[in-house]
């Protein structure tokens, strides 16, 4: 990991803030740290990995708010219960990885992303999330979804009073267009997939007062998001004129966005006077491609693996231990 990451004024934040064992709401340094974790359908492997990483270190409660688009919801809220251990594995157990992913729904007339399937047996029984521990949590989730009406990336936190308002955030925050059915309804609003609009809401927690902000990238420097321009995106672009302009040019738009979202994040890292302070974790040269809807165990193995090892480098450890 280069020095100058290392030595950036958010690991050094971080590093402080864990050896003070300062916790959320009882902060003597007058900043305000905010995680932002990126989506993006499978490689979320590699953004949950980090997450494990930063909890392993005990960084968890050096974080006062967590931001997540998409998949990265998902880890946000694990990350927020204090439950990575618990949860993100599954991310590399085959059964579990793919138990959304519901192919034979298509003859059932229903998503073959299944998001209610997610947050009600999976969550539920098969890898139980803290839910009301998460409601709960000083260190606040915000999941972030796209608003069917205007387009817009939307925090759905003011929505989540108690566990059924989070699964549906959560299934919000992840609702695919097409592949997961109808827009989810949540506090008399409608709510598409996050990466609709933000993928990497970083912008979000600048606006809500950060000083120092965390970003979890699933996407190596050299991997770039390509719209392809073709009849599956003209098909989901019809579909979401139907709910608005506004989200259809906002899906329309998500790859340029990307580009956008680089180079800012990348200007704001470059800032010499560090105000607000940005730093973005990318996974390294070399990690695998893992496409939205992945089904090669190994390479999301691989991936969680390459987040996890990342961010253990960065904050100086050794590197972590098996899973």
């Given at each position: 990991?280069?020095?100058?990451?290392?030595?950036?004024?958010?690991?050094?934040?971080?590093?402080?803030?864990?050896?003070?064992?300062?916790r959320?709401?009882?902060?003597?340094?007058?900043h305000?740290?905010?995680?932002v974790?990126?989506?993006?359908?499978m490689?979320?492997?590699i953004?949950?990995g980090?997450?494990?990483?930063?909890e392993?270190?005990?960084?968890?409660?050096?974080?006062?708010d967590?931001?997540?688009?998409?998949?990265?919801?998902?880890?946000?809220?694990?990350?927020s219960?204090?439950a990575t251990?618990?949860?993100?594995?599954?991310?590399?157990d085959?059964?579990l990885?793919?138990?959304?992913?519901?192919?034979?729904?298509?003859?059932?007339g229903?998503?073959?992303?299944?998001?209610?399937?997610?947050t009600?047996?999976?969550?539920?029984?098969?890898?139980?999330?803290?839910?009301d521990?998460?409601?709960?949590?000083?260190?606040?989730?915000?999941?972030?979804g796209?608003?069917?009406?205007?387009?817009r990336?939307?925090?759905?936190?003011?929505?989540v009073?108690?566990?059924?308002?989070?699964?549906l955030?959560?299934?919000?925050?992840t609702?695919?267009?097409?592949?997961?059915?109808?827009?989810?309804?949540?506090?008399?609003?409608r709510?598409?997939?996050?990466g609709?609009?933000?993928?990497?809401?970083?912008?979000m927690?600048?606006e809500?007062?950060?000083?120092?902000?965390?970003?979890?990238?699933?996407?190596?420097?050299?991997?770039?998001?390509?719209?392809?321009?073709?009849?599956?995106?003209?098909?989901?672009?019809?579909?979401?004129?139907?709910?608005s302009?506004?989200?259809?040019?906002?899906?329309v738009?998500?790859?340029?966005?990307?580009?956008?979202?680089?180079?800012?994040?990348?200007?704001?890292?470059?800032?010499?006077?560090?105000?607000p302070a940005?730093?973005?974790?990318?996974p390294?040269?070399?990690?695998?491609?893992?496409?939205r809807?992945e089904?090669?165990h190994?390479?999301?193995?691989a991936?969680?693996?390459?987040?996890r090892?990342?961010?253990?480098?960065?904050?100086?450890s050794?590197?972590?231990?098996?899973?």
């Open positions: 990991m280069p020095e100058a990451l290392s030595s950036h004024p958010v690991t050094r934040l971080i590093a402080a803030r864990i050896a003070a064992g300062s959320p709401g009882q902060r003597g340094d007058g305000r740290l905010a995680l974790i990126e989506g993006g359908g490689r979320g492997a953004s949950g980090m997450a494990m990483a930063l392993e270190l005990g960084a968890r409660e050096a974080f006062d967590v931001y997540g688009a998409s998949a990265g919801a998902l880890n946000a809220a694990w990350f219960g204090g251990a618990a949860g993100l594995p599954a991310w590399t085959p059964v990885r793919t138990a959304t992913v519901r192919r034979r729904n298509l003859l059932r229903r998503p073959l992303v299944d998001g209610r399937y997610l009600e047996v999976v969550y539920e029984r098969l890898t139980p999330m803290p839910f521990r998460i409601v709960a949590s000083p260190v606040r989730l915000h999941a972030v796209t608003d069917a009406a205007t387009g990336a939307t925090d759905l936190a003011p929505y009073h108690d566990a059924p308002t989070l699964k955030a959560l299934r919000a925050s609702a695919l267009p097409l592949l997961s059915g109808p827009p989810v309804a949540l506090g008399g609003r709510f598409f997939d996050a609709l609009s933000a993928a990497v809401p970083f912008r927690a600048l809500h007062g950060a000083t120092h902000v965390l970003v979890l990238r699933s996407r190596r420097a050299d991997e770039q998001e390509i719209s392809d321009g073709g009849r599956s995106t003209a098909i989901a672009a019809r579909y979401l004129r139907r709910h302009a506004e989200v259809a040019a906002a899906f738009d998500r790859a340029a966005r990307l580009l956008r979202d680089d180079e800012e994040l990348d200007a704001l890292q470059g800032r010499r006077d560090g105000s940005v730093l973005s974790v990318r390294p040269e070399g990690t695998a491609d893992i496409g809807l089904r090669d190994l390479r999301v193995v991936g969680l693996e390459a987040g090892r990342t961010v253990h480098e960065l904050l100086g050794d590197g972590p231990g098996p899973a």
